[in-house]
């Protein structure tokens, strides 16, 4: 329920603090909050969750020439957590794109929000208006009224129909959908267009005892999706004209907040400074290991469990517990930091910022390592918090008292799980360069600062620092010796 979060920040009752040692200030980032940004408005939008939910990430655009010479900009943009369209027999899963054409000028000429409509995961994540290839669905254009301005039907990459400008909003089904293919194509028959009832349900919470606790659902509207179907696909699953999709109420924004909430429970919140490099990085560490799976042992089709993808899998499953990352300024000489607040409701949210410098300047398998170990001090909050009783928390906080601190007992803990989070890079990695390369890179940080550390023979503190420094960090730019690839060679 993290649409609470910009309420009750002021609420929270305390605030800790840890970080991750590194260098120097070096490279400017790129700030591209921008004129497009200011331009972009869905308060006329029809539909009620794009138009409270549409987050679009204006931090990295993509420039590109359309078919007819068009200087384009394409946004990525998601409604929540990307919750699917839900349906009785097929769900379809949904991403969005916002696209600007621009004039000569650089000034934005005209939005058109781009949503992608796919029964087929895979075939969605690659998906974008500038680069379809591969693609199984549907994509939507619509202006920033709402009104479907264009629809498109891909089959594997392959424009299959198009209806440019259809009639918004039928109330029937398929009687009433535009049938609408290219002029020669040869599989015009091949699907046509139907409109997908949506019902929009509100979900009401009760605040009881300091918890929000579901209460009910009220039926808010039905809006009209048009989907496109094939139809000479023999057992090809059809739409389910059953959908539904929930807005939370109260409004999901804050008060004074231009947050978004999902409609369903999201648990690791990505913030709109993530770029899609370290959004990907984010989504591999969630993955399960599937290294050892290659016996066809049906236990091992399902990966095995690491480090990053448990606590990850722990905060998108945990009701209380958030976790949200983003990137922004670090301080000085830091690679990333770890923040936690919580209020009254019980709810604690752990706040891991990447700096962005360091985001600029280190390799993808270095900004992997620093995610796991922030993650680790998420992981180490809620141990303390949730589990006090356990024995890890009971070392945790004799750890404090120990060393004064809370940042010094995270790390000297850490200490213990250097090869656990080796591997959980490794397994990130999928295994490419030897077990300690990973264990060397999982030093990092403060962990450097304990005494654990100090009685590392010396090699291995040479080889630690060296491999710290070849990946890159905060004040210095990976060198030719990284074994990683940066995001912006990509
Ligand atoms: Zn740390």
């Known amino acids: 329920m993290k649409k609470y979060f910009l309420t009750y920040l002021l609420v929270s009752t305390f605030l800790l603090f840890q970080s991750c040692l590194d260098d120097d200030i070096s490279g400017v ?21 794009i138009r409270e939910y549409l987050a679009v990430d204006w931090s990295s655009p993509v420039e590109f020439t359309d078919v007819d010479g068009t200087m384009l900009y394409e946004f990525d943009a998601q409604v929540g957590n990307g919750t699917p369209l839900e349906g009785q027999s097929l769900t379809l899963a949904q991403k969005y794109s916002v696209v600007v054409s621009k004039a000569v000028d ?3 000429l005209e939005y058109k929000l781009v949503r992608f409509l796919s029964n087929d995961n895979g075939s969605l994540a690659s998906v974008s208006y500038r680069d379809k290839a591969d693609f199984t669905g549907t994509v939507i254009c619509y202006n920033l009224k709402g009104r479907t301005e264009m629809l498109e039907g891909y089959q594997q990459g392959v424009l299959k129909a ?3 400008d259809p009639v918004e909003g039928g109330s029937s089904l398929a009687g009433k959908a535009p049938k609408d293919c290219l002029p020669d194509d040869p599989y015009c028959d091949g699907g046509f267009f139907v409109y997908e009832p949506v019902r929009i349900y509100k979900d009401w919470y009760n605040n009881r005892g300091n918890k929000w606790e579901y209460s009910n659902s009220t039926y808010v509207k039905t809006v009209f999706t048009q989907v496109w179907v094939p139809s000479n696909i023999g057992g090809a699953p059809r ?11 109260p409004a999901p924004h804050a008060p004074g907040g231009t947050g978004h909430a999902s409609n369903h429970p999201k648990e690791i919140i990505l913030d709109k400074s993530v770029t899609p490099c370290v959004k990907e990085i984010i989504r591999k560490l969630q993955e399960k290991d599937l290294h050892n799976a290659t016996v066809p042992d049906i236990s091992q089709l399902t990966g095995t469990s690491h480090l990053s993808q448990t606590i990850l899998d722990l905060f998108k499953k945990s009701k209380n517990y958030h976790l949200t990352f983003k990137i922004g300024e670090a301080g000085t000489n830091k690679n990333a ?13 752990f706040i891991v910022t990447l700096d962005e410098e360091f985001v600029e300047n280190g390799t993808q398998l270095v900004i992997a390592r620093t995610l796991i170990h922030e993650s680790m001090h998420a992981f180490l909050g809620y141990v303390s918090q949730e589990h006090f009783l356990s024995d890890s928390a009971k070392l945790l906080s004799e750890y404090n008292s120990t060393y004064g601190n809370r940042n010094t007992a995270d790390h000297v803990f850490m200490t213990e799980y250097v090869e656990a989070i080796g591997y959980s890079l490794a397994s990130w990695d999928y295994h ?6 990973y264990n060397n890179l999982a030093w990092s940080g403060e962990m450097l600062n304990t005494e654990a550390y100090r009685k590392l023979a010396d090699s291995t503190k040479t080889k630690i620092k060296n491999v710290n420094i070849a990946e890159g960090n905060a004040n210095t730019k990976a060198t030719s010796n990284a074994l990683g690839i940066k995001c912006k060679s990509l």
């Open 29 to 49: 980032y790129q700030k591209t909050e921008s004129i497009y940004q200011k331009g972009f408005s869905l308060e006329a939008f029809e539909d009620p969750i």
């Open 106 to 108: 650089g000034s934005p």
């Open 337 to 349: 930091y770890t923040e936690i607040e919580s209020n009254r409701n019980g709810e604690f949210y």
């Open 432 to 437: 490419s360069r030897d077990k300690e390369y």
């Open 162 to 164: 198009v209806s440019k």
């Open 239 to 249: 739409p389910a004209q059953n959908y539904h999709e929930h807005i939370d109420a």
